[in-house]
Nanobody, 114 residues
């Protein structure tokens, strides 16, 4: 499984962004896809995940201002975040679980600053 993430950058506080993650390779058994993030000096943490069947889970810190969705035809998962805060600044990593094995995409930097 290969994961191609994109969409990071510099965003002003209160702004929005959308992070796409496209999966390729042996993807027929992917059971879940999601986004994690890691801020400097902190552990990597879950942001949002969507499992086969469509159920979603969000971190409390982003709940209510984030939406994770998927386009099955494009094998792509999208994370949309609104009302961004400086504390959302981190490297964001796409994740997929295939046959109980996790796969990671390259990180994409998101910086929330004025």
């Amino acid at each position: 499984v290969q994961l191609q993430a994109s969409g990071g950058g510099l965003v002003q506080p209160g702004g929005s962004l959308r992070l796409p993650c496209a999966a390729s390779g042996s993807i027929s058994s992917i059971s879940a896809m999601g986004w994690y993030r890691q801020a400097p000096g902190k552990q990597r943490e879950l942001v949002a995940i969507i499992i086969r069947g469509g159920r979603t889970t969000y971190a409390d810190s982003v709940k209510g201002r984030s939406t994770i969705s998927r386009d099955a035809a494009k094998n792509t998962v999208y994370l949309e975040m609104n009302s961004l805060k400086p504390e959302d600044t981190a490297v964001y990593y796409c994740n997929a679980v295939n046959l109980l094995r996790p796969y990671w995409g390259q990180g994409t930097q998101v910086t929330v600053s004025s």
